[in-house]
């Protein structure tokens, strides 16, 4: 597997085939990815969800400035940012590092003790801020794995972030929704998979200091 | 190549072998896949520097929570954003497209101009916000590719940007650094190589809805 040649493969997808399914195998592949993406702390302030459900994706394509890729991907990622950040979410995750590495908990208590009151002396918008920006990092994460995995995506930040919240209740599940990914496999047709990739020239893009 | 087994490889390595650089060829696949990362309206208002230096390395460690690995790791990755972002920047973008994909002005010019406006009614914070969020996805791409090619890598947010941007003259290059990588192979006897990842359940990091 040459890694260059899968990112020169991807494209931001403008016309999935509708009639072909992202078969079970790579949505796990998907799920574990995702759950695997480094995080600020590894506190993982994101979630993931899956659809796969016609009506929705088209209900959700009128808030995604008619994107036709929202309704004919095989499946839609809506990556969100949980709401609720603060001591007692700090303190679930150094209960799964106690369980899962039997760390003691002396050992963690004033790394703990650090967080919490970092997390405590930012604001709330901070705290979304720097959740937001962890959900592009899962997003940078999978879009190099779709390449990876020859499954096709399409990076979306034009949609209505409220109106998905709404239509897909995460509110009361302490969820805001921030980037969506249309996943599955291009269309025969879709004219934008020939296009030249448009890129700065290297040396505009990295500057080498040795 | 198991891209799953390649994302449980890796983890934030604390201690690099000060003794083992990367090869050229691994030096060029991380420029080639950071300048083909996918960022929002593909207009890459990120750059990276890569840093071969010890002692600036050393240097600039005082300045990262006098982290061990910004020193010893063979490069350090610093992630930029660029500072000037409006019509110019943009225009340049359409020079690019023009010139790769032949296309002709009059089919580039309505969305120019969208962007262009749409660009003109953000604050500069908004702007550099919506830059910086690009930087996180070259990382999560990165991070990536770093696995998928037995690099090992930490990801870094603990460091002062405003004296990494003196000590390395950014603003002079109307850049502005955002993050931090360490590249470069683990040390033998790193034991945080051995701990088991901490992540949450899969049922609260994934949902599906079919």
Chains 1, 2 share one sequence.
């Not at 493969?9 to 992202?22: E, G």
């Not at 796990?28 to 995080?39: D, M, P, V, Y």
């Not at 908990?105 to 709330?124: C, G, R, S």
């Not at 034009?158 to 599955?184: A, Q």
């Amino acid at each position: 597997m040459n890694i260059i040649k899968a990112l020169e493969w991807r494209y931001a997808t403008k016309k999935f085939d509708p009639n072909k399914a992202l078969p079970k195998n790579k949505l796990e592949i998907l799920k574990n990815a995702f759950n695997l993406t480094a995080t600020s702390y590894g506190l993982q302030p994101v979630k993931l969800l899956i659809i796969n459900d016609r009506a929705l994706q088209s209900k959700l394509k009128e808030h995604s400035w008619n994107q036709p890729q929202v309704e004919d991907a095989s499946h839609l990622l809506v990556f969100c940012v949980e709401q609720n950040i603060g001591a007692d979410y700090i303190k679930k995750y150094f209960e799964r590092v106690k369980n899962i590495r039997n760390t003691p908990e002396k050992v963690l208590e004033p790394f703990q003790n650090f967080l919490i009151e970092d997390f405590e002396n930012k604001t709330a918008e901070e705290i979304q801020q720097w959740a937001e920006k962890q959900v592009y990092l899962a997003m940078g994460n999978l879009l190099t794995v779709c390449a990876v995995e020859n499954i096709d995506a399409c990076p979306m930040e034009g949609f209505s972030s409220e109106t998905y919240d709404k239509l897909l209740n995460l509110n009361e599940k302490h969820l805001r929704s921030v980037l969506v990914m249309p996943v599955g496999y291009r269309a025969e047709d879709d004219m934008f998979a020939e296009f030249k990739k448009v890129r700065k020239p290297m040396s505009d893009s990295v500057v080498e200091l040795s």
